[in-house]
């Protein structure tokens, strides 16, 4: 029998209890061999309901009511419970006749508290759990400071990419990648120009079980990690050419260095409760003590690092899990250095929460003084700014974990799920979709994009790109959508709620990074947008749509509103509006845009709209224009 078979009929016999009917019609095995026949046990007619085979008591059985039916299928069968009377108070339906039914059924299955995965890491701190089989895990992360500090622009950001590969019950591989490139934070007095700064990290780790029961885990985790450190490069300043002051010696050139370094931790998770549970984690963090020896003399750096952490998650339901950790450096180096190149010891503290739009997709946010996305340098605090709180964003996407069941899309629905032009719907479409669109305008504006969804409720986006002659210009423009500047965008689109009888709306969120790759800017912004969309009639919907662009120099916002009529069969009118608050880009960013939409065929369309708007994606929504753009684009979904 298949597992989702087994899953489907173990499903039915712990419902019995609920008078939830038993089906014992067998399903025939993958092979394609026939089913074996059914076997039912006499009861004696002479006597109470005793087994003639086996002369203990015997389950009464009674055929379930299933209404009028023109078919000759077998009946369903119920269990009576002892002192009920012999009939059925519930239907039922036939078990699935394939395996693809009886997976589809599987699919249709509200997740259980079960489903949701553990938390691997709190904030930078490992725990000892160790997903079952098939939990593999791919991690996006950001971590950044509330403004930009000394680097201006969106601040010192670094990204991580994480991948971890469940090998079996006992062991996890992982592999990761991180990226910053930032000058310092905080000035830098001592050199006569801000040090621009580059960390990369590729790495692997291993994590393995050591003992544990089903209330306690030991484990224990290694890594290896090559760690590549430019001061006086990075960023617009390219680590090709002598770059400029640095922070380890006076030469006024860069220092650049590669180095293998290490990590080992020890930690033991303890399960308190259903809800609660508590990390203890020892660990070691082997960095090198010093940088630049041979390029000009040798300066401080961090050093080997003994540390002791705690941590605790507690969940709350079945999709959210707040988490708290705290890393606590001993020596005998360091993990952090301030604006004075003094370097000191600073613990590391996360507090955050998981939300799980679904058992496949989690969303994390904490705030945090940690910089560092890899094992071994988790225990660094920002680079000339220790004690400044930053905001880490994380994403989790677990390929095998159950998925929310489908959303059934009407036609006119799947239609909206295509998104909007300059205002957004909520509907995301269904898994296993992929989306492409490119687009164009009179004022030479060139967009391309595509969406793979990965769950029913949570889409992967990525975008690229350049704006050009947006009017009027200012240093804002001229950072962030230059003329011919290359923009790349990454993100992700979730639905977090879909309409129900007291409220008909569906509602998502929007998460969105990336930069301008010019070589006057290189800065970048994160616009964050929901979106709610509410079908008044079979043929009108609406949409609400508040947005904003952030980053160090300023954040812009608004909210767009946005309609969607359908014009018969084929065609859709989209009037938008968006009313922006902010006036970054020289002047109010209040932007009007009309479209008209047709639906070529199921998985083509093509939109042509006049707009005032800077551009259709993302900071384009924010941003007026004096003159109109007449444009056009066009999607393909397969």
């Known amino acids: 029998m298949t597992p989702a078979a087994a899953a489907l009929i173990g499903f039915g016999l712990t419902a019995a209890a609920g008078a939830q009917p038993v089906l014992w019609q067998p399903l025939p095995p993958a092979t394609g061999a026939p089913p074996a026949a059914v076997q039912f046990v006499p009861l004696d007619p002479a006597g109470p309901a005793t087994s003639l085979e086996t002369g203990g008591p015997a389950v009464v059985w009674t055929p379930v009511d299933e209404g009028p039916t023109t078919t000759t299928a077998q009946p369903s069968w119920v269990v009576v419970q002892p002192g009920a009377p012999a009939a059925a108070e519930t239907a039922t339906q036939l078990p699935p006749a394939s395996y693809a039914e009886a997976e589809a059924r599987l699919a249709e299955l509200i997740p ?55 090998v079996n019950r006992n062991l996890m591989l992982s592999g990761y990648y991180t990226y910053a490139d930032d000058p310092l934070f905080t000035p830098i007095p001592s050199r006569p120009s801000q040090p621009a700064n580059l960390w990369t990290i590729y790495g692997g780790s291993l994590r393995a079980r050591l003992a544990g029961s089903n209330k306690w885990q030991l484990a224990a985790e290694g890594a290896l990690e090559l760690f590549t450190v430019g001061s006086g490069c990075g960023g617009p300043v390219s680590c090709d050419d002598a770059g400029t002051a640095n922070i380890f010696n006076n030469s006024g050139q860069k220092v650049f260095t590669r180095n293998w370094v290490g990590a080992l931790s020890l930690p ?15 660990a070691v963090s082997f960095l090198p003590g010093s940088q630049g020896a041979d390029q000009g003399g040798a300066g401080d750096f961090y050093g080997t690092n003994v540390s002791l952490g705690v941590g605790a998650n507690y969940r709350i339901g079945n999709q959210v ?32 929460t998981r939300i799980a739009v679904n058992p496949r997709i989690g969303l994390e946010a904490s705030v945090t003084n940690g910089f560092g996305l890899s094992p071994a340098t988790a225990i660094l605090a920002l680079p000339s700014a220790p004690n400044e709180p930053m905001l880490s964003a994380r994403f989790a996407w677990t390929p095998g974990a159950p998925d929310s069941p489908s959303p059934r899309y009407t036609a006119r629905q799947a239609s909206l799920a295509l998104g909007g032009l300059f205002v957004n719907t909520a509907l995301t479409p269904a898994n296993g979709t ?19 969804s990965v769950s029913n409720d949570f ?10 002659g947006i009017e009027p210009r200012n240093s804002f423009v001229n950072t ?7 923009n790349l965008r990454f993100g992700g689109k979730a639905m977090v709620f879909r309409p129900s009888k007291s409220l008909p709306v569906w509602a998502a969120g929007r998460i969105s990074l990336g930069r301008n790759e010019d070589a006057s800017s290189k800065q970048g912004y994160l616009f964050f947008e929901t979106m709610n969309t ?31 009529l359908q014009l018969g069969k084929r065609f859709q009118l989209i009037p938008e509006l968006n009313l922006v608050a902010t006036d970054l880009g020289g002047g109010n960013g209040t932007n009007g845009s009309l479209a008209l939409r047709w639906l070529a065929s199921p998985s083509t369309i093509v939109d042509v709209y006049v707009s005032n708007a800077a551009g259709l994606y993302d900071l384009g929504q924010l941003l007026g224009n004096d003159q109109v753009r007449v444009g056009a684009r066009l999607g393909f979904s397969f």
């Open 268 to 282: 033991l998770s303890w399960q308190a409760n259903r809800n609660l549970q508590l990390s203890f984690v020892p």
């Open 112 to 166: 259980t508290w079960d489903d949701y995965p553990t938390l691997l890491r709190l904030g930078q701190l490992p725990t000892a759990v160790l997903p079952p089989e098939g939990g593999d895990q791919v991690n996006f992360q950001q971590v950044s400071p509330g403004d930009g500090g000394a680097a201006g622009g969106s601040g010192n950001q670094n990204y991580g990419f994480r991948a971890d590969l469940v």
């Open 434 to 452: 992929t989306q492409i669109w490119l687009n164009g305008d009179s004022r030479g504006n060139l967009f391309a994009g595509s969406g793979y």
């Open 480 to 486: 962030f959508a230059s003329d011919g500047g290359l």
């Open 321 to 352: 899990q707040l988490f708290g950790s705290a890393m606590v450096p001993l020596g005998p180096g360091n993990n952090a250095f301030d604006g004075d190149l003094v370097y000191s010891r600073v613990p590391i503290l996360s507090l955050g």
């Open 534 to 564: 509410w079908e008044a009639t079979p043929t009108l919907a609406f949409n609400l749509n508040p947005k904003l662009a952030w980053n160090g120099a300023g954040t812009s916002w608004g909210v767009g509103l946005g309609a969607n």
């Open 459 to 468: 889409q992967f986006q990525l975008a690229a790109g350049m704006f050009n």
